[in-house]
């Protein structure tokens, strides 16, 4: 027995109701359940209640045993102090509260419905990751529809609070912390943590001041990510680690240097390879100005991608590494669907940051009406809702179906979901 199901049991009353008694013996009459609490405290709050003749408005604690009551420790927080109605599955220690006053119980290990707990068993014992996937069909699409928006919103406000601690670490710097989001966006999933340290050790203030000698960029960041070496052929990366060597000893960056090792280049398309990425980059931080005022002041998504659409400097024309030339390569631009992955991943988190951070929503709205008009990304979590029958047709879907998975299905919080909760009450 979980306490999450006693939790579902209480919510939705499922327990033979006609001649109900607490623990006492004494006549338990029930008119609100409460609201649900998934933080801190109580599990149900504001909950309406009578026991004989009196009547209690307060909280409603859930656990398997009454014990648990002490085992958490309840006894010294005086945050269940209202606490009108302790509901358990076994009644096994009579529990006082503060006061030395006995807290009236509520067992249900011989009144709850037999049914809904087989019913309950059977549904989260089967084999697929996604429990309801077979079911998910099932589901009236206003809750579906519902649910999506709630996870998406709790997806964006997770990641806006990531955001935000880098802003802090940032010294509140908003121009260096959207410029971080960015380059880590850039490195994908292979390279993302390198392209994030390579930009918090290339100062974006450095790269404002060189923004108008491209190659110079270009050299910092090669340097800085530690690519250049004196072993190469070709002059260009002959001439970057001239240029390099000259801004170390004037910027003292010598000793932020990123370890070659850390960059993977195996079981990666020669476009994706992480020194395309960083010229890629470079191209973008040239032909722009501000990057967090390109992001919050820009109306509409098309007026930020071709930002993002600028080509790097002539040598990348041809080449995928130093000294590894390939004549027949296209142009060395960005897809769409990497274009829009930056939005998702670097631009609109960005927003959403910066929504909560002045308490104005319209970031926010911004950020969720770009979602709904981008194309989805495609990867191992989407292929499963697909699998499921569910159709995605927008950024909007993925990120929402995404949160879903990660916080909802991974974890089993199934009772927590209003889609989980539609199929189970079938």
């Known amino acids: ?21 607490t623990t006492e013996g004494k006549p338990l009459t029930i008119y ?8 801190a405290g109580p599990d149900f709050y504001e909950a309406k209640i009578k026991i004989d003749d009196l009547e209690w408005i307060g909280s ?9 009551w002490l085992k958490h420790k309840h006894d010294y927080d005086t945050a269940y102090g209202n606490v009108v109605l302790h509901v358990v599955w076994e009644n096994d220690l009579p529990i006082h509260d503060q006061q030395n ?13 037999k049914n809904r707990i087989m019913h309950y068993e059977r549904f989260m014992q089967n084999d697929n990751d996604i429990l309801c996937g ?3 069909q099932e589901a ?12 998406l919103i709790e997806r964006l406000h997770k990641k806006a609070n990531n955001v935000l601690e880098q802003y802090q670490q940032n010294d509140q710097q908003w121009e260096q912390t959207a410029y971080n989001l960015l380059a880590y966006a850039m490195g994908l999933k292979i390279n993302a943590e390198p392209m994030l340290q390579l930009s918090k050790i290339t100062p974006y203030y450095l790269i404002q001041k060189l923004r108008h000698t491209p190659t110079l960029v270009e050299a910092l960041l090669f340097g800085q990510a530690g690519m250049l070496s004196e072993k190469y052929q070709d002059d260009y990366p002959a001439f970057l680690l001239r240029e390099y060597n000259y801004l170390c000893h004037k910027h003292n960056l010598s000793s932020l240097k990123a370890h070659r090792l850390s960059w993977k280049f195996l079981r990666t398309r020669p476009a994706n390879f992480p020194s395309v990425r960083i010229a890629q980059l470079c191209a973008i931080l040239t032909y722009t100005q501000n990057i967090f005022s390109l992001f919050t002041d820009t109306e509409s998504y098309l007026d930020i991608m071709p930002h993002f659409y600028r080509l790097p400097t002539n040598y990348w024309h041809t080449h995928y590494m130093f000294d590894k030339s390939y004549p027949s ?32 929503d319209t970031y926010l709205q911004r950020a969720l009406s770009w979602l709904s008009e981008l194309s989805p990304e495609k990867n191992s979590i989407t292929k499963k809702w697909q699998l499921c029958g569910e159709k995605i047709k927008t950024a909007f879907d ?3 179906l995404i949160g879903l998975y990660n916080d909802y299905c991974k974890e089993h919080k199934c009772l927590r979901c209003e889609i989980g909760n539609y199929i189970l009450k079938k």
């Open 101 to 113: 006053r006995l807290i009236p119980t509520l067992e249900l290990k011989n009144i709850a419905d």
């Open 134 to 136: 077979q079911h998910l």
């Open 140 to 151: 009236e699409p206003i809750i579906k529809a519902s649910m999506f928006e709630k996870v």
């Open 60 to 68: 409603v604690e859930i656990h398997v045993r009454s014990s648990d």
């Open 329 to 360: 390569q296209t142009r060395p631009v960005l897809g769409q669907q990497t274009a829009h992955s930056l939005l998702i991943n670097a631009v609109i988190p960005v927003l959403a940051a910066y929504s909560l951070h002045t308490k104005d």
């Open 1 to 21: 027995m979980k306490e999450e199901f006693i939790r579902y049991l209480w919510q939705c009353q499922y327990f033979r109701k006609s001649n109900l008694k």
């Open 32 to 39: 609100h359940t409460g609201y649900a609490n998934y933080d």
């Open 398 to 400: 993925a990120q929402a």
